[in-house]
């Protein structure tokens, strides 16, 4: 069975192939047959796309100016035209799964895509304006190269925060906000639930018995804490604009500092808008990159302004943390996903060098030496340090087959 995920970005679409043999799911995660991708650069007037597939075959080719529907169109022919086929034709895809980013209150989990499925992503567009309408995108053009008669599943980023308790979800405003679905949501889901089912198999506990923070460090960035499978608490919120420091956006500030800048500054809700989400943070307070690997480069050349961002970086990290753990009341494993967590061994020392007093202990050694889906603290450490490689596309992967076969 040839499952096709699409992965849309607000500036990007990733999309892949997965083949599950006999059927059924395979305990880890297989090679795709084919992995693609379209770069639309601002500014730029091409977009950029990569193709691979599992048998070597790589294209690279820029694009002329055209739709983002049509580019993507162009991306999907290539599974079975040219060096990069990899089907006969499009009918030997059985089943897509698209990434939502948001779900709302109402889609507590994955489902089937149906015409009401669509009109609620569009509806949720007020709520995720960059995400849902290219979501929703994705699967118009599924539907335009395979026809309405292949299955497509919905798989949604807040969906796994569903079940964050009310005192976690409500902010401390107007009770008017909740009726208007002003609350905390949550996102990363996909690759907070992939990462908690991972680590269980990991430490081979049962994930109904673990109490796990899963730190997802990426340019954006949330951390999850999961009791017994479930999320109970996150740092993401109405929009995922709140919590952690993260590359370019600032994460939790004061909400007087926007007041501030509305009445004193003169700023747009445009500006704002881009302010909070793409100049700030990581790239903001270092005023070199939103990328910790540039902000490394620039401390070592003796870059201050860089090492206080980093430090900022890791105060809040350990904040968010910290503010993790009332919600578990204790801790079995802290898991380290996505680009920085998985790596960036200095930051998941400088997370975990405050929480010994949990008896947390990092083994050096293996905390430096590239761990991939690994256990990295001490034998006698009280709590388990995990590095896990996230693999969102796969868990979509799953979660498609999984609606499908139990529809
Ligand atoms: P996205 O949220 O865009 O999916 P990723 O999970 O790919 O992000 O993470 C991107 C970030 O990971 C980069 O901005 C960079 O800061 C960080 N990163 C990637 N590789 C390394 C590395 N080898 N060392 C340090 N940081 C890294």
Not at 102 to 110: K, L, T
Not at 188 to 195: F, L
Not at 242 to 262: A, H, T
Not at 268 to 277: C, E, K, M, S, Y
Request: proline residues 5%; negative net charge; aromatic residues 6%.
């Amino acid at each position: 069975m040839k499952i096709l995920v699409m992965n849309a970005g607000s500036s990007s679409q990733k999309s892949c192939l997965y083949e599950l043999p006999g059927g059924s799911l395979p305990e880890h995660p297989p090679e795709p047959l084919w992995e693609g991708q379209i770069t639309w650069v601002e500014g730029v007037d091409h977009a950029s796309v990569k193709v691979k597939t599992h048998q070597g075959h790589v294209l690279k080719q820029d694009l002329p100016p055209q739709s983002r529907f049509d580019d993507t169109l162009k991306l999907l022919k290539t599974l079975w035209t040219g060096d990069t086929q990899v089907i006969r034709s499009p009918e030997e895809i059985a089943l897509v799964g698209h990434r939502v980013v948001h779900g709302g209150s109402h889609y507590r989990q994955s489902v089937v895509v149906t015409a009401a499925v669509k009109a609620e992503i569009e509806r949720l567009a007020e709520f995720a304006p960059v995400h849902n309408p290219v979501n929703l995108e994705g699967i118009q053009i599924t539907e335009t190269l395979l026809g309405n008669q292949t299955p497509q599943v919905a798989v949604f980023d807040t969906a796994f925060h569903a079940t964050l308790p009310p005192a976690a979800y409500i902010y401390p405003g107007r009770y008017e906000w909740l009726e208007q679905g002003i609350r905390r949501y949550g996102f990363h889901g996909i690759s907070h639930q992939y990462c908690a089912q991972r680590a269980a198999q990991i430490l081979q506990r049962d994930l109904a018995n673990l109490r796990l923070i899963n730190c997802h460090l990426g340019n954006g960035a949330s951390l999850s804490a999961i009791r017994n499978g479930v999320s109970v608490d996150t740092t993401m919120g109405f929009t995922p604009l709140e919590g952690l420091m993260m590359g370019s956006r600032s994460g939790s500030i004061d909400p007087g500092i926007i007041i501030r800048l509305l009445r004193q500054e003169g700023y747009t809700v445009d500006q704002l808008d881009h302010l909070l989400n793409n100049d700030c943070g990581l790239e903001g307070l270092s005023g070199v990159s939103n990328d910790l690997r540039d902000i490394d480069a620039a401390i070592a050349t003796g870059n201050q302004q860089a090492e206080q961002a980093l430090e900022v970086y890791i105060h809040r990290l350990r904040w968010h943390i910290g503010a993790m753990l009332p919600s578990l009341g204790g801790l079995d494993a802290l898991i380290f996903t996505a680009g920085i967590g998985e790596n960036a061994p200095q930051i998941r020392a400088a997370a975990c060098a405050p929480f010994e007093f949990l008896g947390l202990k990092l083994d050096p050694e293996k905390n430096a030496n590239r761990p991939v889906d690994q256990d990295i603290a001490t034998p006698d450490s009280a709590v388990r340090v995990l590095v896990i490689h996230t693999q969102e596309d796969w868990a979509i992967a799953q979660e498609a087959w999984r609606i499908y076969t139990t529809r």
